[in-house]
C-alpha cells in the first residue's frame, strides 16, 4: 500500500520543483544582455520592424505577464512559438529529441559497462596492483574535460584511423549507431570514473557486511556470494548516485553535441541562447529539467523494488 502511494503522491511533491525551475529560467532568460528582436533583424532594422516583433512575442509585457502566457502555454501542452525558427517550440524540440536520447540511454549503458567490471575487479584485488590502477584511471577520468576528451578522440579514431565519423548523426539506424559511438565514449569515460569509484566502495562494505559472513558461514562459494549477495546490494547507491548526476549528464550532452555537430536538443540549447531565443531556451530547459525529476523518481521506485528494507 505504501509503494501505491508513493507512485500517487510523489509526482504531485515533484509539481513545486518544476514550478521553481521555471521561474528561475524565466529570470535567467531575460537577464541575458541583448534584444531578441534586434538580434533576429540585425543592425539595420528600422524600429517600426523592431517594434512590430516585440509586439508579435509579447517582448515589451511586463515580466509577469510574459510568465503568466508562459505559464498558460504549459498547462495547454505547448511552448510558445519560436522567434528564430517561427514554428511551435515543442514540435522544434521533439524534432531533436532522438538524438540526445541516444547519446544519453548510449552514454549511460557505456559508463555501466565500463564500471561494473572496474569496480568489481578494484573490490576483489583491494590494496593489489589491479586496484592501485583502476583507481588511477578513475582518478584521470574525473580529471578530463569533456570538450578535450571528445576533441582527442576524434583526432585518434576519426582523423589518423579514420573509424568513426568526425561530426553528424547519421540517417539510418547503424548509422546513427555508429556516428555516436565517440560522442557517447566521450560522456561515458568520465561517467564511469564517478561510477567506479562509488561502486568499488559499495562492493568492498558488502564483501565485510553481516549478510555475506552468514552466506558464507552457510558454505557458498565466494562467487555465489559475490553475485547473489554483495553485487545486487551494491549496485543500489551506484544508481542513486546515477539519478543524482543526470544533471551533469544533461550538461555533458550540451557540450559534446556541440563538438560533435549533433542536431540534438543541446546544441539547439546553445544556438538558441546565443540568438536570445526565449521560448526555445524555456522549453528545453523544462524537458531537461522534467526528464532529471523524472529519473529520479524512477530510481526511488528501482531502489525499493532491488532493497525491500527501504521504507518510501
Not at 501542452?77 to 522544434?92: A, F, P, T
Not at 552514454?107 to 559497462?113: E, G, T
Not at 555533458?252 to 542536431?263: L, M, N, R, W
Not at 521506485?301 to 521504507?311: A, C, E, G, K, W
Request: aromatic share 8%; charged share 15%.
Amino acid at each position: 500500500m505504501h509503494r501505491y502511494r508513493f507512485v500517487l503522491y510523489r509526482p504531485l511533491q515533484l509539481l513545486p520543483v518544476l514550478l521553481g525551475i521555471s521561474i528561475i529560467t524565466f529570470v535567467l532568460v531575460r537577464s541575458i544582455p541583448g534584444d531578441p528582436a534586434r538580434i533576429l533583424l540585425g543592425t539595420r532594422a528600422t524600429p517600426s520592424a523592431l517594434a512590430r516583433i516585440r509586439d508579435q512575442y509579447g517582448l515589451d509585457d511586463p515580466l509577469w505577464i510574459q510568465y503568466f502566457y508562459f505559464l498558460k502555454n504549459l498547462a495547454n501542452g505547448e511552448m510558445g512559438r519560436s522567434i528564430l525558427y517561427k514554428v511551435d517550440v515543442l514540435g522544434l524540440i521533439l524534432g531533436r529529441l532522438e538524438p540526445t536520447l541516444v547519446l544519453v540511454s548510449g552514454s549511460v549503458l557505456l559508463s555501466l559497462a565500463f564500471a561494473i567490471p572496474l569496480a568489481t575487479l578494484a573490490a576483489r584485488n583491494r590494496g593489489g596492483i589491479v586496484d592501485q590502477g583502476v583507481r588511477l584511471l578513475s582518478t584521470a577520468g574525473l580529471g578530463m574535460p569533456a570538450f578535450w576528451l571528445g576533441l582527442m578522440l576524434i583526432i585518434v579514431f576519426s582523423v589518423q584511423l579514420d573509424l568513426f565519423p568526425v561530426s553528424g548523426y547519421g540517417t539510418t539506424p547503424l548509422d546513427k549507431l555508429h556516428h555516436m559511438v565517440l560522442p557517447c565514449l566521450t560522456i561515458a569515460l568520465s561517467l564511469s570514473a564517478v561510477l567506479t569509484r562509488s561502486l568499488r566502495a559499495s562492493l568492498i562494505a558488502e564483501m565485510q557486511s553481516d549478510a555475506s559472513t552468514a552466506a558464507r558461514a552457510r558454505g557458498l562459494p565466494e562467487s555465489l556470494v559475490f553475485r547473489r549477495h554483495v553485487l545486487p546490494n551494491s549496485l543500489i547507491p551506484t544508481l542513486n548516485l546515477l539519478a543524482v548526476n543526470i544533471g551533469w549528464l544533461i550538461g555533458g550532452t550540451v557540450v559534446v553535441e556541440s563538438v560533435f555537430a549533433i542536431p540534438g536538443m543541446g546544441q539547439l540549447l546553445i544556438r538558441a541562447i546565443f540568438t536570445r531565443d526565449y521560448m526555445v531556451v524555456q522549453g528545453v530547459a523544462m524537458v531537461f529539467a522534467l526528464a532529471s525529476v523524472l529519473v529520479n523518481f524512477l530510481a526511488d521506485i528501482l531502489t525499493v523494488t532491488l532493497d525491500p528494507r527501504v521504507r518510501l
